[in-house]
């Protein structure tokens, strides 16, 4: 009775010991996935700073909930110190309740770990064995093992130590000195991950030679696999050069392109040379559906298959697994495939947990969600123009690859496609590299991202079998795809049409434009206006051009249109450069570039005549101070020096006024002179000054309500209301005297001395600001009363 008792206290306390553990899990995944926290843990990480980490560990303890706030502020904190930035938008990645089973495992691993060594064994070994005949099961490996690994490659090297073990009797107790004599060859496909052979070679420690890449198909099959023939040829070749071929390493499924090799005759040809056939990639996972191709089946046959099934699944922090057959349990154990260590068994338990909570049922279900959607995505496409998509089996293939491809049927006015067959490849590519990063931005859920292949060039994978369970993509997500590519790929069309004419156009603006040739422009292409001044220097032309095209595109950028226009890209070599980015088929290409001159020339103009008024301002000052001066001479010996004394001065002038003969000043800046004030205060009009109206804008070759750049007729979609360029502002204030310190800083560098020069300098500022303001000012004062440069 006690035994029995003792052994329901202990179940008592396991029992609240696991329900303890899913309790601070439940808090845990609240707490760091919840964006918005409590009131007093927001002031409370409020001094977790990132200055303040690394730092000294704390005296006393903390509690758990302070924490874990902690690792929320950490994850947090970029998205904290960027200014605009909405958190909400950006939320943790919603793991669903199957991985909440995942993430529970990792707890319970550390649980389990602390039980009884005999407990521990036990149950260790049931999940590594429940575990291993799940997957065998499903993906068809009968009386198969399993190694559970955190790295993706370890179990390649792990079969690879066993191969060699296998095949050099002697390893076990002479070591590498065995491999001396007949060297191990490693042969893999060209279509492999990239680094994986040579990661292969630095854990086993065998030399880079030791590794043999075999090209793909040139000329019959696919041009991403492995040519059986060559490795035939390559076998045959390092057998007879003393070598032992060893290992070969297949694809169910490459990495960019997602084919699979010819499995059945790779493991033919593996027989009969006695080498070890390994299959990995993303294609295994179609090994749990009902109809699975001849070419994937292959895969079963292998020695060893390495598996992803949380990226397949959606699993977080879930082990890859690499299944393969052996009878010897000892070279196994030596190559390190299995453990007498009940802890290593121990990192099944997350898949254990999760392979439970969704069942084969919901297993197979995720499988063919996935295979479904890279059907709906290839079916949408073909309706598609110039998208051509590249498909190893359009009735079965996991992963849907399409690329834009410029087609001869464009036309009309967007110039000639001959132009584009020198560096073509390059543009399309660049197009295709836009066009994928487009497309992944605006429907994320899609997962779609880029490839670079070595035929095709760049094109856009869709392989939702490695994104769709962990973004939850949805047909609807495919649709929204479809979408995008349908308003995408006409701007591409027009744009690379009318690339030639941007060229030509250009050319033809020599030498203020000048055209460069950016083929990794996703764009219309790029301009450099060129400073028309002679005589400078090398750095100051430098200088001069790259404040002109700043300021071009800034103006460029203000224009009422739908073009785009942006600085140097970071992948660029050429400077002070405008690229001019995607346009539609409706886009007046000579108008564009004309605009670009016009404002790129003002621009110029404007910046010589600022120079230029700095030193007729300057000449100016110093002319205005002489006759300051020779003025108050000529009053003095006008008036006397009793009408200068404070009060003298005030009664002779109340008894005798005096009709002054000396007359204001104004400054011309277009003209560099100081002239008389009489026309002005005669005809209340400024001389010299330019009618806003007669001054020409772009403006006026648009009908109204057009947007820039666009031909007449184009459609209504383009048009809406016109903005004002601004060249307008620039040349009114050529000759305008309202001398504002804004337009240029040596224009406040001389001071008057005195009072009255201050009020002579100043004056004319306020009388030729504009007409009307000179009208109103004429009719406050009294009539006979002017108040001039004499300071009267």
């Not at 009709?659 to 005809?683: H, M, P």
Request: some cysteine; proline content about 4%; overall charge negative.
């Amino acid at each position: 009775m006690g035994e029995k008792g003792s052994k329901a206290s202990s179940l008592i306390m396991v029992d609240a010991a696991l329900a303890q553990v899913g309790k601070n899990l439940n808090e845990a995944m609240r707490i760091l996935g919840d964006g918005q926290m409590e009131p007093d843990a927001g002031t409370e990480s409020r001094r977790f700073s990132r200055t303040s980490i690394p730092g000294p560990l704390q005296g006393d303890g903390q509690d758990v909930t302070t924490i874990l706030h902690l690792v929320h502020h950490l994850i947090h904190e970029e998205e904290d110190e960027e200014d605009g930035r909405d958190k909400a938008s950006q939320p943790i990645q919603n793991v669903g309740e199957q991985g909440h089973m995942a993430l529970l495992g990792h707890s319970l691993a550390a649980y389990i770990s602390v039980l009884d060594r005999e407990r521990l064994r036990k149950l260790t070994t049931r999940i590594l064995s429940d575990t291993t005949l799940w997957l065998c099961r499903i993906f068809r490996y009968d009386n198969g093992s399993a190694y559970f690994h955190e790295d993706d490659r370890d179990g390649l090297v792990k079969v690879c130590r066993l191969a060699i073990n296998a095949r050099y009797e002697e390893y076990t107790t002479e070591g590498y000195a065995v491999l001396s004599s007949r060297q191990p060859v490693i042969y893999q496909s060209a279509s492999c991950r990239p680094g994986l052979g040579q990661h292969l070679c630095n854990q086993l420690g065998l030399p880079l030679s030791s590794l043999c890449t075999v090209p793909c198909n040139t000329i019959f099959g696919s041009q991403h696999q492995m040519d059986v023939a060559l490795l035939d040829k390559l076998i045959k070749e390092d057998t007879d050069a003393g070598k032992l071929p060893l290992l070969l390493i297949a694809n169910a499924g490459t990495p960019e392109a997602g084919h699979t090799d010819k499995l059945s005759r790779l493991k033919e040809l593996c027989d009969q040379h006695g080498i070890w056939l390994h299959v990995e990639g993303v294609n295994l996972a179609t090994l749990a559906l009902a109809q699975v191709t001849s070419a994937v089946m292959g895969a079963t046959r292998s020695d060893s298959m390495t598996l992803t099934p949380g990226r397949w699944l959606g699993l977080p922090a879930v082990t890859a697994v690499t299944l393969y057959r052996h009878e010897d349990p000892a070279l196994s154990l030596a190559a390190g495939l299995t453990s007498s260590q009940p802890v290593e068994k121990l990192r099944a338990l997350p898949l254990w947990l999760s392979l439970q909570y969704l069942g084969h049922n919901g297993i197979v279900q995720k499988i063919r969600h996935a295979a479904a959607l890279s059907q709906h995505l290839l079916l949408k496409l073909k309706s598609v123009t110039c998208i051509r998509t590249s498909v190893e089996d359009e009735q079965n293939s996991p992963v849907v690859l399409f690329k834009f491809s410029q087609e001869s049927n464009a036309g009309g006015s967007g110039g000639s496609v001959d132009g584009l067959c020198v560096g073509e490849k390059e543009v399309l590519d660049t197009f295709n590299r836009w066009m994928g990063e487009q497309l992944a931005q605006l429907v994320p859920a899609s997962g779609v991202d880029v490839v670079e292949l070595e035929d095709e060039g760049t094109c856009v994978r869709f392989s939702p079998l490695l994104t769709a369970a962990v973004l939850g993509t949805q047909q609807e997500d495919v649709d929204e795809v479809v979408q995008k590519l349908l308003e995408l790929v006409p701007m591409m069309s027009a744009t690379m049409n009318l690339r030639q004419d941007f060229r030509e156009e250009t050319h033809r603006h020599a030498p203020s434009l000048t055209y460069i040739e950016e083929l990794s422009w996703p764009g219309l292409g790029a301009v450099r206006y060129e400073s028309q001044a002679e005589g400078a220097d090398e750095s100051r032309r430098k200088q001069e051009q790259k404040k002109i095209n700043d300021a071009l595109l800034t103006k460029l950028q203000e224009l009422d249109t739908d073009i785009f226009f942006s600085t140097d890209p970071e992948f660029v070599t050429e400077e002070n450069c405008i690229f001019v980015g995607m346009v539609t088929d409706d886009v007046d290409v000579s108008e564009l570039v004309d605009t670009i001159s016009t404002l790129g020339r003002d621009i110029e103009e404007s910046g010589r005549l600022l120079e230029n008024m700095t030193e007729r301002v300057r000449k100016g000052i110093l002319e205005a101070e002489l006759q300051l001066q020779k003025a108050n001479e000529e009053k003095l010996l006008e008036e006397g020096m009793l009408r200068q004394l404070p009060v003298v001065g005030s009664v002779l002038n109340w008894f005798s006024p005096v009709e002054s003969s000396i007359k204001g000043r104004t400054f011309n800046l277009a003209a560099g002179s100081l002239d008389s004030t009489d026309v002005t205060y005669s005809t209340k009009v400024q001389a010299g000054r330019t009618s806003l109206q007669d001054i020409p804008t772009l403006s006026a070759k648009r009908l109204s309500g057009q947007r820039l750049f666009r031909r007449p007729g184009a459609g209504s979609d383009s048009m809406s209301e016109t903005s004002s360029i601004g060249p307008a502002d620039e040349s009114s204030g050529v000759e305008s005297f309202t001398m504002s310190p804004n337009i240029h800083p040596s224009m406040s560098m001389s001071q008057p001395e005195t009072a009255e020069h201050a009020e002579a300098y100043v004056r004319p500022a306020g009388l030729l600001g504009n007409p009307e303001q000179v009208e109103a000012e004429e009719e406050r004062q009294p009539e006979g009363q002017e108040e001039d440069l004499s300071g009267r």
